[in-house]
């Protein structure tokens, strides 16, 4: 990447991502990939006043080797050094980002069940970071960084080296920079557009929705008592006061539907990279509140160990909705990659909800959001069900019927 973009992609992660202040630390969780953006980011940080910066570093290839040699149980383990080392700079004013890379072929030739135990201690070193993410006292964001094994499965019509540019210019475009115009503008005016999509969706106060497709997807859902509708900087009832983006690229809109109320059937949209390995035309079905079943063209059980690990994991906890002419699905690639497919599609989440995205829900311990039909869970999995002939329909407490997406594109 050229310096000057390389420089904007950092000033924007810092200014609109973590919103980052004088006197805090960044922690930063990066692939060696990434390690040009990690430097730039380090420099800008300090010239910001950091107090400090830390550097957890993760190699695909080292990792790839672990999960082909060592034995699952060995994969599983996750050092309390491991935890310890994240949690001691988030119980201080810290702010924390994530530049990951995606792997769409390198992991082929490792068992599943040794990509499912890797799996699990990765996620159990993400909870630590989840645990102030969903009490509501962290700025966090998570972006993604080009690879050459990530651009020859988005462009295997090109050579590696013209695969890997047409990537970087893609991620530049999805990230609002290039060389000219101001990326921390950009992103100014596009969190601003969109939150009045947003703010309309409050004002309705939908009881619930019915979401439909050509592909088959045909489900209802409540949306829990007190919902709020989230995007971009708009954090809901986080007890971060500072706003700050949590994903970049993001193109949705989202909240927390009520687990106790999905029936119907979602069919994918996009593959799903599970477990490092792609999930690929696959559907599920909800009766009562859960998961009851899930079929797939490949790799169906590593969705069935995600979907139905334990009670929790087979509720929904998050449904997000995205125009089809977001500058991501204008590309008319798919990436690969569950952070910008997302952002390309509707889309929904089994597993852990936002309490963020009810009022006072921050507040409230576990007990109280489940109660109120908030998802607790250790682990949550997007899938994109948006298509050009999606339909959403919110449904108010008096029984009107508002379309608020038609054709895959917004028309509230």
Same mark, same amino acid.
């Given at each position: 990447?050229?310096?000057?973009?390389?420089?904007?992609?950092?000033?924007?992660?810092?200014?609109i991502g973590v919103n980052f202040q004088k006197g805090q630390i960044l922690l930063l969780q990066t692939c060696t990939d990434a390690l040009d953006l990690a430097r730039c980011l380090t420099e800008e940080a300090f010239m910001m006043g950091?107090?400090?910066?830390?550097?957890?570093?993760?190699?695909?290839?080292?990792?790839?080797?672990r999960a082909l040699h060592c034995d699952t149980d060995t994969l599983k383990e996750l050092?309390?050094?491991?935890?310890?080392?994240?949690?001691?700079?988030?119980?201080?004013?810290?702010? !924390?980002?994530?530049?990951?890379?995606?792997?769409p072929t390198l992991n082929e030739d490792v068992p599943s069940d040794?990509?499912? $135990?890797?799996?699990?201690?990765?996620?159990?070193?993400?909870?630590?970071?989840?645990?102030?993410?969903?009490?509501?006292?962290?700025?966090?964001t998570g972006t993604v960084y080009p690879n050459v094994n990530w651009a020859?499965?988005?462009?295997?019509?090109?050579?590696?080296?013209?695969?890997?540019?047409?990537?970087?210019?893609?991620?530049?475009?999805?990230?609002?920079?290039?060389?000219?115009?101001?990326?921390?503008?950009n992103w100014h005016k596009h969190c601003e557009s969109l939150g009045k999509?947003? $703010?309309?969706?409050?004002?309705?106060?939908?009881?619930?929705?019915?979401?439909?497709?050509?592909?088959?997807?045909?489900?209802?859902?409540?949306?829990?008592?007190?919902?709020?509708?989230?995007?971009?900087?708009?954090?809901?009832?986080?007890?971060?006061?500072?706003?700050?983006v949590a994903n970049m690229p993001t193109e949705e809109?989202?909240?927390?539907?009520?687990?106790?109320?999905?029936?119907?059937?979602?069919?994918?949209?996009?593959?799903?990279?599970?477990? !490092?390995?792609?999930?690929?035309?696959?559907?599920?079905?909800?009766?009562?509140?859960? $998961?009851?079943?899930?079929? $797939?063209s490949a790799n169906e059980e590593l969705l069935r160990d995600a979907l139905f690990k334990n009670e929790t994991t087979r509720r929904l906890g998050e449904v997000a909705l995205v125009s089809k002419n977001s500058p991501i699905k204008r590309m008319n690639r798919i990436f690969y990659n569950g952070l910008i497919d997302e952002n390309a599609a509707c889309h929904l989440a089994f597993g852990q909800s936002f309490s963020s995205n009810i009022k006072n829900g921050a507040s409230m311990s576990d007990q109280e959001l489940l109660a109120h039909g908030v998802n607790v869970a250790t682990s949550?999995?997007?899938?994109?069900?948006?298509?050009?002939?999606?339909?959403?329909?919110?449904?108010?407490?008096?029984? !009107?019927?508002?379309v608020i997406m038609e054709h895959g594109d917004f028309v509230i």
């Open positions: 990447m050229n310096p000057i973009r390389l420089k904007k992609y950092a000033r924007v992660l810092l200014e950091a107090k400090d910066v830390v550097v957890h570093l993760e190699d695909a290839q080292i990792e790839h080797l050092p309390e050094w491991k935890k310890e080392s994240l949690d001691y700079y988030l119980r201080q004013d810290c702010v !924390q980002m994530s530049l990951m890379g995606s792997y040794h990509l499912l $135990a890797k799996g699990f201690s990765s996620n159990e070193l993400r909870n630590v970071v989840r645990k102030y993410i969903h009490a509501g006292t962290l700025k966090w020859r499965k988005v462009y295997p019509e090109l050579s590696d080296h013209e695969a890997l540019i047409r990537l970087e210019e893609a991620l530049c475009k999805m990230m609002r920079i290039d060389d000219e115009s101001d990326p921390v503008e999509i947003s $703010a309309k969706l409050n004002d309705y106060n939908f009881r619930s929705l019915h979401i439909t497709s050509e592909l088959g997807t045909d489900i209802t859902m409540d949306l829990v008592k007190d919902h709020i509708w989230t995007s971009a900087a708009d954090m809901g009832s986080s007890k971060v006061k500072e706003p700050y809109i989202f909240t927390d539907p009520d687990y106790r109320s999905v029936n119907g059937v979602a069919y994918a949209s996009f593959p799903l990279m599970m477990s !490092q390995k792609l999930v690929t035309d696959f559907s599920i079905t909800f009766k009562d509140g859960k $998961a009851v079943d899930c079929h $797939a949550h999995n997007d899938f994109m069900i948006g298509t050009p002939e999606t339909k959403v329909v919110g449904i108010t407490f008096d029984g !009107q019927e508002v």
